[in-house]
Nanobody, 119 residues
Framework: VQLQASGGGLVQPGGSLRLSCAAS????????MGWYRQAPGKQRELVAV???????NFADSVKGRFTISRDNVKKTAYLQMNSLKPEDTAVYYC??????????????WGQGTQVTVSS
């Protein structure tokens, strides 16, 4: 299973970015798609996750500003980030968990994409 994340970059405070995470490989089903982030000197933290049943979880710090969605056909998740703040600056990691075609569970991390919010 491979993950390809994209969409990071430099944005001014108050701006928006959209991250994408596409999964590929021998996947039968995906249970969880989401993002974590890690700022310099800090631990990796949950940003947002989307479960196959439709439920979502967000970090308190991003509620009301970030939304997460997924396209099950494309095996792709999207993180729309609005009203970005300097404290959102971090490396964002895509995370996916599910079932392979061999009916074994898997979890995978993307390569990380830098998001920098600065004027």
């Amino acid at each position: 299973v491979q993950l390809q994340a994209s969409g990071g970059g430099l944005v001014q405070p108050g701006g928006s970015l959209r991250l994408s995470c596409a999964a590929s490989g021998s996947i039968t089903s995906i249970n969880v798609m989401g993002w974590y982030r890690q700022a310099p000197g800090k631990q990796r933290e949950l940003v947002a996750v989307n479960h196959s049943g439709g439920s979502t979880n967000f970090a308190d710090s991003v509620k009301g500003r970030f939304t997460i969605s997924r396209d099950n056909v494309k095996k792709t998740a999207y993180l729309q980030m609005n009203s970005l703040k300097p404290e959102d600056t971090a490396v964002y990691y895509c995370y996916v968990a599910g079932m392979t075609t061999m009916l074994t569970g898997f979890s995978a991390w993307g390569q990380g994409t830098q998001v920098t919010v600065s004027s």
